[in-house]
């Protein structure tokens, strides 16, 4: 209101001054703030340009009123270049709105730079006016006062009858019981009650469409304990649902009082006599819509409400179905928003309070308050109806009868049919003035998520005055703004539409086109780590996009470009997780039909296995196995051998058996030129053989060999490179070449980085964080696995951010950090819990958690907690099949091993090395049974100790592996003191303790510095103290 008062001053003054040059310059500066309210990107630089504009033109336009005829032939020119920087302003401003918003979003800040250049533009012919002159507004006012004589005795004397002939005589207006089953609303009731009892004279409007509760707030409110104690017996409620051309709403007022006559005179005198009191009144005008919303009788209702306004100890409560409120009353301030749905919990309350759900058909009732979306009409008549039958069988007759099913007794009114309640609002007058409004409903039901209306004149062109149309569908609240600017429909009102006012074809096909235009903008979309204000901007259009397509899908029409879009979807889901899988059953039932659209039908299938492989909660109606195997088949069929190929890539990082293959996936893979399609082939084809490595060493090695060649002929800064390298690097880590690992993984973060991939610089991080962890690089380890839990944490990759706490709580406890190990584990704890039992990797997320909370107590020194926490972590893992369940299973193996080492058992922690080194090497993990093998020179004979310490402290040494490699030392230290040697046990303490010095190891140091201070002396000098 602000932005646009200077703008409304000057045409005031224009107009009357009659002046067509001022006019036309504040139509332009009208139509730059027109576009500023429309605005939906960059909506703060509009608005500040259009203020400018409004401030500048109402000066410049009230000066050219002033000069008139005088003005310089230097001034008018000035003048008709700021009239020229307006104009073209306006003229790009047109252009820059006209785009669609998905296309307004993704050029934003190019856009803003546009918009200020604009500004500066007309600041600058705005200067050039050179106004030196103060322009003084004076605004002239005449009071009249009007003095009325009469006697006040007897005014006094007829009120005083008037009111106690009302209350005696049992005319005086019912007010109807509170409604039994009031939940919610607890805001809107308690700013209704405040106003009403402490605001003399207040004057309230409650807003909303159809079934939103408007009366069912208003006798809550009229039955509050502080309304009643202020009000009394003179709280009136009037229904003005019979309110048309033959009866006036005053006329209606008048006779709920007792009053009745047909002269507008006689009444309003009538009414001040019974009105016109002392003591506070409260009168409630329910349905004042049926009086106000005809526009022939519009001045009269709102007449009535400014006489009733007259009475200053009258607090008025009207209830308007709609968003616009009437004028004739000053409304209390602060003005209260339209009235929506209720909240989903409150939505619940209501239901449950009208009948009785068993426990077990509680989802399904979550799924009908979604359907009805919490309106509490349609809320209440389902309570009724699931008094007498279930719910399960109330969500299949829905799925037919959608909002007709929500009646009671048969009736067809406001406040026992859903359906009735929402035809009222489509056949009101305002509706019935602009046809052009329920065509426009019709088309936009079809829309989930609503739209933004910069987009309207280009969704829909042979659509008249659309603009127009939404406005009106705004002031009868069929339709709503949300929070972000997007205009919704409800789900009942939809659905009701849909089945009633279906849109014409010529505007479905409108809305086909343009929606499929969409499609093909988020087509190029391919990064997962999208920015999370983009992702919930393109979210909603995604939504409405697959709506269309389902839509077009089941009508037959434009089959191609339909399926076109549909591919589009897969792609964009499959990439980034943004939308859902829901069209392509239905898309590729219509594919299959079309022997033409064969490539398509292999791209519907290869998108859906891609998002179920990348987004595993992702549904899927068909096994994943036999979708890749028809798609291969169609690939082969057309010699698409690439194509072909990034399928069985698909189906092997499936692990479906496709081992069996391998000789067929290698022949095709032969007759593939694109090194990068190399790459993936041989690191899918590493992650099957690395399933049994000790059977497929030399498999793996070739595919590493595939690999470097492949390397020869990329460019670095390619995702597949650093997928390629990720994988070799963590081949030669398992294999102990731990510093070449190390590099390959440091390199494979550079490319992911360069590539923006923060995916696979998560994923390479994880192995490099690992590796420094066992090397003793405690802190720096700490600074890549924290990266990592930020990087999955950001793309809700659960498994890999739990993989990274558990690694977290163990390198904070190498640094003596508990608090910080705790918090980790807590995080892990909070995670899994959150994720449900429903979860497929639940098992392995309670062993993982357990694992941790063993290392955690064995830090603390707590045996029986660590004991008890690992025995669960072994036998977590045995329920489970992931892919890391084994590791997890020989690493607690090797902890508890640890636990019953420090308890003094050491038969059964020798037990449990040996199963841990039997898993690992089953896995292939060689640096880790050497490490199990070391820990098992500490529970068996010296004699079988020093064979298994020969053998595996040179390749300690070469894994660099400095706290293991310090535990070993001590350990033969131990040895060569109870064999007497006592130079060779203080020498292999010293270098335990250089070891445990380089690794930061506190404890081990302490460990170190204790056996030498104990060690007898042997001419050697005194150790040193940590």
Known sequence: MALALGTTVATQAAGVAGQNTTQALLGIAEVIESSARNARVNQA?????????????????????????????????AFASFE?????????????????????????????????ALGEGIRQSFNALKIHSYIDIGRLADDLDRTVQSWKGLEELERAVAEAELHSSGTGVRVPEQRPIFFGRARERQALVESLSTVCGARVVILGGPGVGKTSLALAALHDAAVVARFGHRRYFVACDAADVSVSALSIIASAFGISNSDRRTLEKELTIALKVDQPILLTLDNFESAWEDLSRRNEAENVLEFLSGFPHLSLVVTIRGAERPGGAHWTRPLRSPLGPLGREEARQVLLAIADVPESDMPTLDKMLQHVENLPLAVVLLGNLAQVESLPSLLSRWETMSTAMLTRDGNATRLSSLDASIRLSIESPRMQQDTTALSLLSVLSLLPDGFKDVDLSLCFPSLAHPRRALAVLLQVSLSYRTADQRVRILVPVREFVMRYYPPSEQLVDDLHEYMFRQADVIADIDRPDLNKNVVESITPEVANITAVVNHALLSGRHVAPTLEAACRLGKLFSNTGVGSLEHIPLALSVARRHTDMDEVTADLLEYQVRAIRVHPRAPSQ?????????????????????????????????????????????ALADRCTDPYLILRFNAALYVVYKEDPTTHRNAIRDCFARMQRALKDTDPLRTDVGRALTYMGREDLDQGYTVPGITKLRKAIDTFQACNNKAGVSLASMHLGTALLAQGCSHEAIEHLQAVYDGFHAIGNIIAELNSLARLTRAHLDVCDERA????????????????????????????ILRAQGELSLWRGDVADARAALLGAVFACRETTANDARGLWGRSLEILGSVEEADGRAHDALTCYLIASVLFRKLGWTPQVTRTLASMAAVVDDETAELLLQATLLPLQRYAFLRVLGNALLCSARVAQRRSTLGAARHRALSALRHFESAQDERGMGRANVFLRELPDAGHGPARNI
């Open 84 to 116: 020229r920087a307006l104009i073209e302003a306006h003229k790009k401003l047109e252009h820059l709105q006209r785009r669609s918003f998905l296309a307004q979003l993704l050029t934003q800040e190019r856009d803003a730079g546009t918009i200020k």
């Open 821 to 848: 190990a705790a918090d980790c584990l807590a995080r892990a704890e909070r995670l899994v819990r959150d994720a449900g039992p429903e979860w497929r990797h639940a098992a392995y997320g309670r062993g993982q």
């Open 45 to 77: 630089a509009v608005i500040a340009l259009s203020r400018q504009v409004s401030e500048w033109t109402s000066l410049v336009c009230s000066e050219l009123e002033r000069q008139a005829a005088a003005a310089s032939p230097t001034w008018l020119a």
């Open 622 to 666: 068909q096994d994943p196995v036999s979708q890749l195997q028809e798609a291969i088949s169609i690939h082969l069929r057309l010699h698409n051998v690439d194509r072909a190929l990034t399928c069985w890539i698909m189906l092997l990082d499936l692990h479906a058996g496709s081992i069996q293959f391998v000789d067929d996936i290698l």
